[in-house]
Each structure stands twice: as structure tokens, then as C-alpha cells.
């Protein structure tokens, strides 16, 4: 299965759980009288609507290079994890709203079955977490690892909520915001995560040099690889689900062209067969230094 499969059906599987989880949670909010679990649901459904972007996203991404796109179309995933982060403030702000116009007028304590519910739904969340960010480490797909941070944003404004209920039920008369003060924790809550996922697709899309492990990975190889003497100025930039590097090799000065360029085919075949995920190297080979000077461009 290809990265754009894996993580296409990630999102699917988003989707799905969300919308059943929505579901559950604006029913049982309801009818258990839990601000805390519908703010939770408020959530649940705005990350449907995300899910949705990052399926779209996962679609365009996976494109191939055209004439008026020849790295291709990947740019598109950080603009789609610019999407989903808004999605996210757009609930958190909903729900911070209505958590402090319910602490100024409270509302009657929530029953007793939103407490069980609660549970499942964090269970289920977690675990949809693990899987969406395997997935998403697996691909290399930004939006997907915002939209696992959507999982684990939920079952976190879950527990909080849980909470909040479990002190409103115990503490009787007088703890009944409880409830509400839950869901405003949890609105601080998914206004961190979103800075978290913002940022990473802020450096991806700024071209931010933040992917040293590779470059290490590479100028490894480079000297591994025969007839190169060094390496220098590796440059490696993401796109979408795939990365392109640019590096400066030096060889001996006196080879021929040709033997220079059959030399950085080998280190581009090199690359790619080692680091799967690299769609393109470019490679500049520079001569080596000759009897002090110089040769470099």
C-alpha cells in the first residue's frame, strides 16, 4: 500500500469516527444536561468537517508534478493543516463563549449515564490517536498529524469533562458549574494543540531547516559513496508527504565530466533507494581543492 493510500484511509477512518461520535455525544449532552459533553460534541462535529479537508488535501497532495506545479502538489497539505487548526479555534472559541455564560447563570447538575459514556468515548479516541499518528509518521503527512492531534484533543476535553461531571455529582448543590469550568479547561486546552499543530506546518511551509536527521542520513551516504571526496550545503525541503534535497559534493578535479556525473547518479540512487520518501536530489558537483586552491564555484 502507497503512503497516499495509507494515509487517505486514515482519514476515512477520521471521518467515521467522528461523525459516530458527534452523534453520541449531542445525544447523551442533551439528554444527560452536560454543557462539558456538549462542548465536546461542538468538537467532535467541527472535526468532521476537518477530517474532511485533510481527505481533500490528502487527494491534491497526491498529484503528480505538472507543467504549472513541477514539484508537484504537496504545498497543499500545510495550507489544508492551516484549515483544520482554524476549525479548531473556531470550536474552542464557541465553546470557551458558552462555558463562561454558563458559570455566570449555572444550569442544573448533568446525570449520572454521561459519566459511562464519557468513558467509552475517551477510550475510543485515544486509541483513534495511536492509529491516525502511526499513520501519520508512517506517511510523512503533515495534515494527517493534525488530524490525529484532533483525536488526541478530544479524548483530553473528554477527560476534562469527565471530570468536571464526576465533581458536579459528588459535590451536590453549589458544584454544579463544575461541568462548565471542565468544558473551559478544555477550551485552553484545544487552543494549545492548535499552536502545536500550526506551527510545524508554519516551518514546512517557510522552508524552516528542521530535518537535520535526514541531512545527516545523506551526508553519511554521500561519503560512503565512491569517488567522493565531500559533502556540503545539504538542503532538504518537504512536499506534502515526500521531501527534494539539494547537495554540493566535491570529487577529484582531474575525472572527467562524465565520470563526475555517473558518480552523483550513484549517490542520487543512493538516497532514494535508502530514504524511500525522497522524490528528487539534486546534486552540484564541485573539484577538490588542488595544491591550495580553491576550484570551487
Known amino acids: 500500500m502507497t503512503a497516499t493510500q495509507t494515509a487517505k484511509r486514515a482519514s ?117 490517536y495511536r492509529i491516525v499518528v502511526q499513520k501519520a509518521k508512517k506517511t510523512q503527512s503533515t495534515s494527517l498529524k493534525a488530524d490525529a492531534w484532533h483525536h488526541r484533543s478530544d479524548s483530553i476535553t473528554s477527560i476534562a469533562a469527565a471530570i468536571g461531571i464526576l465533581i458536579a455529582l459528588v459535590m451536590g448543590e453549589g458544584y454544579e458549574t463544575a461541568d462548565d469550568w471542565a468544558a473551559l479547561f478544555a477550551a485552553l486546552v484545544i487552543f494549545y494543540n492548535s499552536y502545536k499543530i500550526f506551527k510545524p506546518a508554519l516551518s514546512e511551509i517557510m522552508d524552516e531547516n528542521i530535518y537535520e536527521d535526514i541531512i545527516q542520513k545523506i551526508n553519511t551516504k554521500a561519503l560512503e559513496t565512491a569517488g567522493i571526496l565531500s559533502s556540503e550545503k545539504c538542503m532538504v525541503r518537504k512536499t506534502g508527504m515526500t521531501y527534494y534535497v539539494d547537495i554540493h559534493i566535491s570529487v577529484d578535479s582531474s575525472i572527467s565530466v562524465k565520470e563526475g556525473h555517473e558518480i552523483a547518479h550513484s549517490l542520487k540512487n543512493v538516497i532514494r533507494a535508502e530514504i524511500p520518501e525522497v522524490a528528487d536530489v539534486l546534486i552540484h558537483v564541485e573539484p577538490e581543492k588542488t595544491n591550495g586552491i580553491n576550484n570551487k564555484d
Open 12 to 128: 476515512v477512518f477520521s471521518i467515521v469516527s467522528n461523525v459516530f461520535l458527534a452523534a453520541i455525544k449531542w445525544t447523551a449532552g442533551y439528554f444527560g444536561n452536560s454543557y462539558a459533553l456538549i462542548a465536546d460534541a461542538i468538537e467532535s462535529t467541527t472535526d468532521i468537517f476537518s477530517s474532511l479537508a485533510v481527505w481533500a488535501g490528502i487527494k491534491i497532495a497526491s498529484k503528480p508534478a505538472d507543467h504549472n506545479h513541477p514539484y508537484g502538489h504537496g504545498r497543499v497539505e500545510p495550507l489544508i493543516t492551516f484549515i483544520v487548526v482554524g476549525f479548531l479555534i473556531i470550536s474552542a472559541t464557541l465553546i470557551a463563549v458558552e462555558s463562561i455564560n454558563n458559570i455566570r447563570s449555572p444550569q442544573a447538575a448533568p446525570e449520572a449515564f454521561t459519566l459511562i459514556v464519557l468513558l467509552g468515548i475517551i477510550l475510543w479516541k485515544e486509541a483513534s
